[in-house]
């Protein structure tokens, strides 16, 4: 089975829509700290992230950062992607940790960010090669040292607690349609990096 198991990409939302969307999840707290951090045009660094401001999301959160050779590394990872990696991914590339075919979609993933310059949220039926499938999404926000070059990545991920064994996919069932499996849902064009106000 090919991968992603469903795609779908929604609209490009306003930004307000887009933090409506949100609600009160943990997601909506790395957006808000995030757009606190940008100033007009000018997105936040790594160097201005205070991981201490998100204790409530911290086990949920991760940063990497572009290395030389265009790859990513894991800069900071809390512990919740400890224990879903079953490792200490600190320091460790998105190549070093990803099955092949997650990271394409992973990869996918943040070079829209770079296209778009505006936070993401993807949501996925994923995978970690233990053969039950969960949803699993993951908000980005770009990070530039010089203020718009995207050279790192804020994020945070969650998972829920809805399971599709890997027998009921192989066998030719379907998901349930109430959970739909999305990638690409975000801000779109709307970079909050150029308009931070909702």
């Known amino acids: 089975m090919d991968w992603p198991l469903a795609e779908a990409v929604v609209p490009a939302l306003s930004l307000a829509a887009f933090r409506d969307e949100l609600g009160d999840s943990q997601f909506a707290l790395l957006l808000d700290y995030?757009?606190?951090?940008?100033d007009g045009p000018v997105l936040p660094g790594?160097?201005?992230?205070?991981?201490?401001?998100?204790k409530p999301i911290l086990p949920?959160?991760?940063?990497?950062?572009?290395?030389?050779?265009?790859?990513l590394r894991f800069r900071l990872a809390g512990t919740a992607m400890r224990e879903l990696f079953a490792q200490d991914?600190?320091?460790?590339?998105?190549?070093?940790?990803?099955?092949?075919?997650?990271?394409?979609?992973?990869?996918?993933?943040?070079e829209t960010v770079d296209r778009l310059a505006t936070v993401w949220l993807t949501r996925i039926l994923y995978d970690l090669g233990q053969g039950d499938r969960y949803r699993y999404g993951r908000l980005v926000c770009p990070l530039a040292s010089d203020g718009r070059r995207i050279d790192a990545y804020l994020g945070a991920f969650e998972t829920t607690d809805i399971y599709f064994p890997a027998a009921q996919l192989r066998g030719g069932g379907r998901p349930d349609p109430r959970h739909p499996?999305?990638?690409?849902?975000?801000?779109?064009?709307l970079s909050p990096a150029r308009n931070p106000s909702i």
């Open 34 to 38: 995030w757009l606190g951090l940008c």
């Open 60 to 71: 949920y959160l991760y940063m990497l950062e572009r290395t030389e050779d265009g790859g």
């Open 89 to 110: 991914i600190t320091n460790q590339t998105l190549d070093e940790v990803l099955p092949q075919r997650a990271l394409r979609n992973a990869k996918r993933c943040y």
């Open 46 to 54: 790594r160097r201005d992230i205070d991981p201490g401001q998100l």
């Open 181 to 189: 499996h999305t990638t690409g849902s975000g801000a779109g064009a």
